[in-house]
């Protein structure tokens, strides 16, 4: 498909990412949260290593999926979808409130520890993608020589940024490298009808697929620090922190596979 221009890029998002997620929220929550299935390893790792006492927030948090992974620490959850903030809510005591990701509501470093789980993908243009990097980045407690009473001393808050990737050739979508990034996922949603047959509507959303080193580069050029970076189930992921300057400096060489 073709590149989406940044004049057209908001409402390009609003007719194939928010309109969608605001019909199929209430199917979508259904795939997403069983009790039965666990967090992805790496979240549930790094939201289980956070200190005791803790404030976070989980940017595009959906339903709500990671509020109460770890019930020692503290999450506010915010999501573009009224109707999946609405279904977060439900997951007290942690909050979830309706925000957009470029234009977060929170004072600026005043938390701890950020997630973000494949949601900056729906972002058509690289502009906006970094753009939603540094807001998300700029939340966060930069590192200080002083004692924290929640994260130790001279502890800045860390982000978890999860994103879907280009090298997929073993999933069942097959893509790999090569391929266009920019891409229409299908969801269809199958609805019972009169006389119990099935009736099915399919929703296409955007993505934007990451190709290897691609979420680092964007994580940089958004003045942040990665710490470490990895794959998992299709996605590539990275824990960042903030600089404490907003020059870019040199680059910062991650660890891999690493928490």
């Known amino acids: 498909m073709a590149a989406v221009s940044p004049a057209d890029s908001e409402q390009y998002e609003d007719i194939h990412v928010h309109r969608v997620y605001e019909q199929i929220a209430s199917h979508f929550s259904s795939t997403r949260y069983k009790v039965v299935i666990p967090p992805w390893p790496i979240v549930e790792q790094f939201l289980c290593n956070i200190p005791d006492g803790a404030v976070g927030i989980d940017v595009g948090c959906g339903n709500g999926k990671y509020l109460k992974v770890n019930p020692k620490i503290f999450i506010i959850g915010s999501d573009r979808s009224t109707n999946l903030t609405r279904i977060a809510s439900q ?71 999860y994103v879907w990737a280009l090298e997929q050739k073993h999933s069942r979508r097959g893509w790999d490298e090569g391929n266009e990034q920019d891409v229409m996922v299908p969801w269809v949603m199958k609805q019972k009808v009169v006389g119990d047959a099935d009736s099915s509507q399919t929703f296409n959303r955007y993505y934007h697929l990451y190709r290897r080193g691609e979420l680092e580069e964007e994580i940089l050029r958004a003045g942040g620090i990665v710490d470490s970076t990895g794959y998992e189930k299709d996605n590539w992921w990275a824990i960042a922190t903030r600089r404490s300057s907003p020059e870019l400096g040199s680059v910062d060489f991650p660890a891999k596979h690493a928490i």
């Open 91 to 161: 997951h007290g005591p942690h909050a979830a409130i309706v925000a957009d990701n470029l234009s977060l509501p929170h004072p600026p470093s005043m938390f701890d520890f950020a997630i973000s789980i494949a949601v900056i993908h729906h972002l058509s243009t690289a502009a906006r993608r970094v753009g939603a990097i540094t807001a998300i980045l700029e939340t966060l407690r930069p590192c200080s020589k002083e004692p924290s009473d929640r994260t130790g001393v001279g502890a800045g808050g860390k982000a978890l940024i």
